[in-house]
Each structure stands twice: as structure tokens, then as C-alpha cells.
């Protein structure tokens, strides 16, 4: 069975810092990952996703995440976090095929300061 | 690109009524949808899987009387909640797959429903 795990349940960064939001997941066979943020409220909105090819994939909002086979890591960065950024962040790991069942992690909540 | 829309996005209600919630794709048909349920600082749960013209399959520990499922059309589907308790409060969030420019099928969510059952 797939599952996903997200270490960090609450991290909190400075306006301007890096940020690396960590995912590691178990998937028998090659992995379909995904980044969802969710503002608080409301639904969840695609960040970005791997399906194949070059392990370093970019998203939306200035975010980008790299796939790492051999750690099992497909983890989340971005170089300069905006205010607008605090919200909670879902890892998934789907398996293709027609409509794919996705497993979510429990999700890292984002709290940024001035 | 594709869109979902959850309805309503909240709803109150009392111990015992039932409450339906919609689930629509407004620009792409989609023959299954999810059904998630979230819990107060907790990842989503897949509930079942909605199917146009079939039987919705449920996840182990779901009760099917209590969550009512209807995929009606290509682009509707409906969760009812019969007979609501307070233990049914939560966020109610449905996804559909609508295939993204690469042929794969990408999860896009509805906004939810938060349901409170008094």
C-alpha cells in the first residue's frame, strides 16, 4: 500500500527565508507525486506534480520540488517565502492508471513572520 | 483550465436532518469523482469513489447508509449525509480528474463544505 509521511507538522519561517518542506513516501512501483497547499477554508490547489522525466519539476507561485529515487524524498522548496505562503501543505502519492486513488500525508502547516 | 465547484460551502444543521452536498465539474465530464472527508488538523481521507451510472465504492470503515452517494450525470455528483450527528461535523471535499496536457489524470478539489451538525 502507498503512504506518504511529512515529518514536519508545523513549520515557521521568516518572510524572505528559504523554505524546504520535507515528503517521503512508499510506492511499490514507480510514484506519481504531488504538492497541494490548502488556505485555511478552502480546497485544496495543485502546487505542482512528477510523473516522469527530469527529477527537478517546477510549480506554481515560485515553488519547485525534486524527486529523489534513492531517498524516497520528493520534497518541497522555495528560495524566498512570501507572507501570503502561510497555509498547510499536502504531500499525495497517486498510481496511474485511469483515475488514480491519491494518498495524502498528514500535511505540514506553513506560518510565516515578518 | 478545469474547475470544480462544491456546494454548499458551509452548512448547519440539526442532529438528525440530512444534508446533501454538490459536486460539479463545470468544464470537463467526469465519469468519477472523490469524496474526502478532513478532520480538524488532519490529512484528507478518501471516503469513496463516485461513479457515473454505477454504485459508489466505499472505503473500509465508511458507512454507505449514512453517506448517501449519486453520481447523476457526467458532471454531478452528490453526497448526503443522512441522519447528521455531531460526529459528522467535518470538511467535506470531492475532486475530480479531468486529464491535464500531458494525458494524466490530476486531482482537481472543489473549495469543501464544512459541515456542523448541532
Known amino acids: 500500500a502507498q503512504s506518504v509521511t511529512q515529518p514536519d507538522i508545523h513549520i515557521t519561517v521568516s518572510e524572505g527565508a528559504s523554505l524546504e518542506l520535507r515528503c517521503n513516501y512508499s510506492?511499490?512501483?514507480?510514484?506519481?507525486l504531488f504538492w497541494y497547499v490548502q488556505s485555511p477554508g478552502q480546497g485544496l490547489q495543485l502546487l505542482l506534480k512528477?510523473?516522469?522525466?527530469?527529477?527537478l519539476v517546477q510549480g506554481i507561485k515560485g515553488f519547485e520540488a525534486e524527486f529523489k529515487r534513492s531517498q524516497s524524498s520528493f520534497n518541497l522548496r522555495k528560495p524566498s517565502v512570501h507572507w501570503s505562503d502561510a497555509a498547510e501543505y499536502f504531500c499525495a502519492v497517486g498510481a496511474w492508471g485511469g483515475y488514480q486513488k491519491v494518498t495524502f500525508g498528514i500535511g505540514t502547516k506553513l506560518q510565516v513572520i515578518p | 483550465g478545469a474547475v470544480v465547484s462544491q456546494h454548499p460551502s458551509r452548512v448547519i444543521c440539526k442532529s438528525g436532518t440530512s444534508v446533501k452536498i454538490e459536486c460539479r465539474s463545470l468544464d470537463f465530464q467526469a465519469t468519477t469523482m472523490f469524496w474526502y472527508r478532513q478532520f480538524p488538523k488532519q490529512s484528507l481521507m478518501l471516503m469513496a469513489t463516485s461513479n457515473e451510472g454505477s454504485k459508489a465504492t466505499y472505503e473500509q470503515g465508511v458507512e454507505k447508509d449514512k453517506f448517501l452517494i449519486n453520481h447523476a450525470s457526467l458532471t454531478l455528483s452528490t453526497l448526503t449525509v443522512t441522519s447528521a450527528h455531531p460526529e459528522d461535523s467535518s470538511f467535506y471535499i470531492c475532486?475530480?480528474?479531468?486529464?491535464?496536457?500531458?494525458?494524466?489524470?490530476?486531482?482537481?478539489f472543489g473549495a469543501g463544505s464544512r459541515l456542523t451538525v448541532l
Open positions: 510506492y511499490g512501483a514507480t510514484p506519481y
Open positions: 512528477y510523473f516522469s522525466g527530469d527529477t
Open positions: 475532486s475530480a480528474p479531468p486529464r491535464d496536457s500531458s494525458g494524466a489524470n490530476v486531482l482537481t
